[in-house]
């Protein structure tokens, strides 16, 4: 059966469209909020935990508990039922979305490297997490140009996460759009995480550091630094890194209340840690790390057969998390 010409015109727009809504930039965002709530959209069903306003438009923050993808979407697409987080919590209990967020918090004592450490147990291969700190320094394009590279063969677009500061995205606009550029050619599959909007650090001791320093406003840090990436055009991640990977029981609660999941690592490969099987391995590639950088381009080269017969692959911190907790 062939379609009108008008026909044909409207569904091209209609996809049009829903593309725009997941890539376009949110320049003029307002009432940008915590919002929980059950959004049903006839057999789907998501957990909505944020809620904002563009272009006089209201547009939902989305999770799916199961695949813990997220999404932008408006809000007249779903019905809503409003819930508090401690309904989030009891209500997806048996989801990999609230599995993953108790083990985060299991580990919450932790000074350092509290949440989530490990995505894929009994798996050949890592999750690896790339941390954007504010830096004057230009991105380690490198680290990324050398994972395409390795694993176009056998595994494209390869997943990775990297964990965003506001400051690193302000100053670094040109390395973001090529990072995007990546996304865009399916040469890499990004996690976007949060990973604050000043990442503050000062000369105190860890305790009174980073996000523990007096003074430290959250709602800023968190919710400023996502608005910043859906500018920015990045949909947040479900996930949160904690500058330094310092943290106390207090502020890991504060951040889950968020709706976020803490990221730790296993293997800080800039501080001679092992990238064993199935962990979260961390490099920062803001330009002041040339050791890990090194590491990691060192790790790949002793891995090169193993990439090649699938012995050793990348794994996405989501299917990793949803392939644990199932």
């Known amino acids: ?63 799916n508990p199961e695949t813990l993808d997220t ?3 408006l809000a007249s697409n779903y019905t809503t039922n409003s819930l508090q987080y401690s309904n989030v919590l009891a209500i997806f209990k048996n989801t990999a979305y609230i599995k993953a967020i108790e083990a985060a918090a299991a580990k919450d004592i932790q000074l350092q490297n509290a949440g989530i450490d490990h995505a894929i147990p009994n798996e050949k291969g890592i999750t690896l997490t790339i941390d954007l700190c504010p830096s004057h320094k230009a991105l380690d394009r490198i680290i990324f140009q050398s994972i395409f590279d390795e694993f176009k063969k056998t595994e494209q677009p390869a997943p990775l996460a990297v964990s965003v500061s506001g400051k ?101 490969l800039a501080k001679g840690q092992q990238p064993n ?16 950088v090194k590491d990691f381009i060192q790790l790949l080269k002793t891995k090169q057969a193993d990439v090649k017969s699938k012995q050793w692959l990348l794994f996405d911190l989501r299917q990793g998390l949803e392939k644990e907790f199932e």
């Not at 199935?278 to 790390?289: A, D, F, K, W, Y």
């Open 1 to 63: 059966m062939k379609l009108s010409k008008s026909l044909l015109l409207i569904i091209i727009s209609i996809c049009f469209f829903e593309v725009k809504i997941f890539a376009q930039n949110f320049n003029h965002i307002k009432r940008y909020k915590v919002n929980f709530a059950l959004a049903n959209s006839g057999t789907e069903k998501l957990i909505t935990f944020r809620s904002f306003t563009a272009n006089s438009q209201k547009y939902l923050l989305l999770v």
């Open 71 to 73: 999404k932008v979407d």
């Open 168 to 268: 690193w995205m302000l100053k670094h606009q040109d390395d973001l759009n090529w990072l995007k550029s990546l996304v865009e050619k399916k040469e890499l599959n990004i996690t976007w995480v949060n990973h604050t909007y000043n990442h503050e650090v000062n000369k105190l001791p860890l305790a009174e550091n980073f996000l523990l320093a007096p003074g430290t406003n959250l709602d800023v840090e968190v919710l400023e630094n996502e608005k910043l990436m859906l500018k920015n055009g990045l949909i947040p991640s479900v996930f949160f890194r904690f500058p330094g990977l310092v943290s106390d029981k207090t502020i890991v609660e504060k951040i889950e209340a968020y709706g976020l999941i803490p990221v730790g690592s296993d293997a800080w």
């Open 277 to 292: 099987a199935g962990i979260i391995v961390l490099i920062h590639g803001n330009g002041n790390e040339e050791i890990g």
